[in-house]
């Protein structure tokens, strides 16, 4: 196996390879193993140790002759040299080899004509368990000739060596698009896993035309998809989990000539603060098949308290789609008659909604703003203000400009119409003021799907200059002007201004930004 890579059953070393087992059995292993244990309601409950969020200051790419001209090298993508990968990858190999080896092999991409294999190598059952129930299975026949047009091999206790392996931690995740593998080492959490897998497809997908999203969609009755972009913590998997609509997805889609659809097979659901009440599909997919990640389970009753941030605030759930009932099976829906942009506002100064016309769409898309919310990423204990491009910079492996580019064609050629819904805090800056209740995002979400806002009377707001509505069916009229909700209106100004500024400071990195798209943003 040294100084080459074959992901071929038959050319993988270890001690016992089990090769795409059925749900039950990886549960079973799980247990055996240690790794984790049952909480009543069925889910399989496991903790990842010191990280409990994903790690962007251990994530490089390799760097050679096939890709180097296209990825956006910098902060975001860090180059990797082929040397070090090579070594580090027969290392870890190596590492595996007295070990029992979890094989899952699975597709990445609802819609065939772009679906992408992958073989998922883990050193753990219950990772595999995850990525089964996480991505889309191939049936018997498809199985038969599966042939992985990526690898994936994850040994989270195999500890990284800085000096030597040329990594910044005992932790690595390492894409190769060359030699077409992704390394993981030395973490645990089982969301790097994921974002890995969409990391690759927004390298493939462009290339392809398709536009690639970190967002949920799902279709309502008559048809009608809606697209939800946002980070993690943001609502992305919880407003999409619609009773009355049927869940696309709640992640990562791709928006073809065909129309959109899902990367996954799955869900990958924050549980923190969960209840039947306000999240009934979610509530009830936490069920056999399931896995809970680091959510606190109490020692004798085995029940879940999902209020609980003892192990981290980024408590997890990962489950089938079809665990929503009336999911969309193949998850493929039309065009999208609406964008939805998601932003969690720590400042508590964006109003809960505004519509945006193209330019201003443009903006937003290419500023990317929200807060990054407790746990999501490591040393993360607090919201934080962050920009990020398209709403997933840190999985973009070319220029941001590239996704909005397409993103404005799609919009254009489709008439979809975009809004800004703000799902952060009101009445005062995090601290100070309250998060928006679910209740009032979903009756504005309502209000967008079925039509009925994009009727209303609109003011342009003073100082981020997007389209406020002044009415909006289910929702107090005052509610929708977020500087009635202070008690302090000189207070909010200064806020509010504090916050433009910021936007156009981070806007002046886009040098190729149109002056129409450069005088839709705020007004500092």
């Not at 919201?383 to 404005?408: D, H, I, N, R, W």
């Not at 309502?446 to 289910?474: M, Q, R, Y």
Request: charged content about 25%; hydrophobic content about 40%.
């Amino acid at each position: 196996m040294p100084g080459t890579f074959d992901s071929s059953i038959e050319k993988i070393r270890c001690k016992q390879l089990f090769h795409n087992l059925p749900v039950a059995m990886l549960v079973e292993h799980a247990l055996a193993n240690k790794e984790g244990y049952l909480a009543s309601t069925g889910s399989l409950v496991a903790r990842t140790g010191k990280y409990t969020g994903r790690s962007p200051n251990d994530k490089f790419t390799v760097e050679e002759d096939l890709t180097k001209n296209d990825i956006a090298w910098g902060k975001i993508n860090v180059p990797f040299s082929e040397e070090k990968f090579d070594a580090l990858l027969n290392r870890i190999l190596g590492y595996l080899e007295d070990k029992p080896v979890y094989v899952t092999d699975s597709f990445c991409g609802a819609d065939t004509k772009y679906t992408l294999p992958i073989r998922f190598i883990t050193q753990f059952a219950w990772h595999s368990l995850f990525v089964k129930q996480l991505f889309i299975r191939p049936d018997a026949e498809e199985m038969k000739a599966f042939a992985p047009g990526f690898t994936v091999v994850c040994a989270p206790n195999f500890h990284c060596d800085p000096e030597r392996d040329g990594t910044n931690s005992e932790a690595a995740i390492i894409l190769n698009f060359k030699r077409r593998v992704v390394l993981i080492a030395g973490s645990q959490y089982a969301g790097e896993l994921k974002k890995s897998a969409f990391s690759v497809m927004n390298y493939l997908m462009p290339k392809a035309n398709v536009f690639s999203m970190h967002c949920s969609a799902n279709m309502g009755k008559a048809g009608d998809t809606a697209l939800f972009f946002g980070l993690s913590g943001t609502g992305k998997t919880t407003l999409s989990a619609d009773p009355l609509r049927r869940l696309i997805g709640d992640d990562q889609h791709g928006w073809s000539e065909n129309g959109v659809f899902n990367f996954e097979g799955g869900c990958y659901a924050k549980m923190i603060k969960l209840s039947k009440e306000k999240e009934p599909q979610i509530w009830d997919a936490m069920k056999f098949g399931s896995v809970l990640e680091n959510v606190l389970i109490d020692d004798k009753t085995r029940v879940p308290d999902y209020d609980s941030e003892i192990y981290t605030e980024n408590t997890r759930g990962a489950y089938p789609l079809d665990y929503i009932p009336g999911a969309v099976i193949p998850s493929i829906g039309d065009h999208p008659r609406a964008v939805i942009f998601l932003t969690a506002d720590a400042f508590g100064v964006l109003p809960p909604v505004a519509k945006l016309d193209p330019h201003m769409a443009s903006y937003h898309f290419m500023s990317g703003y929200t807060s990054k919310l407790a746990g999501t990423e490591r040393g993360i204990v607090e919201p934080q203000t962050t920009f990020s491009s398209c709403f997933g910079e840190p999985f973009l492996p070319l220029s941001p400009v590239k996704y909005a580019e397409m993103l404005a064609e799609k919009v254009r050629r489709h008439g979809s119409t975009v809004w800004l819904v703000n799902t952060g805090w009101a009445g005062g800056s995090y601290g100070v003021g309250k998060r928006m209740d679910i209740t009032l995002t979903r009756a504005i979400i309502t209000a967008i799907l079925d039509g009925s806002l994009k009727d209303a009377e609109f003011k342009l707001h003073p100082i981020f200059n997007v389209w406020v509505p002044t009415s909006c069916n289910g929702v107090d009229a005052h509610l929708l002007d977020p500087r009635s909700m202070w008690a302090d209106k000189e207070a909010y100004d200064k806020t509010a201004k504090d916050l433009a500024s910021r936007f156009v400071k981070n806007f002046s990195k886009f040098k190729d930004a149109t002056a129409e798209i450069i005088a839709a943003g705020p007004k500092a």
